[in-house]
Structures are given as structure tokens and as C-alpha cells.
């Protein structure tokens, strides 16, 4: 499982 600071990222990017 991938960090979870990486799947905050990838959904803030994708709300953008």
C-alpha cells in the first residue's frame, strides 16, 4: 500500500 501522503496527493490533483 502506498504512502499515505501519496494518496492525498493524487487526490488533491485530481480535485484540482
Given amino acids: 500500500?502506498?504512502?499515505s501522503?501519496?494518496?492525498t496527493n493524487d487526490?488533491?490533483?485530481c480535485l484540482r
Fill in 1 to 3: 500500500m502506498p504512502s
Fill in 5 to 7: 501522503d501519496s494518496v
Fill in 11 to 13: 487526490l488533491l490533483i
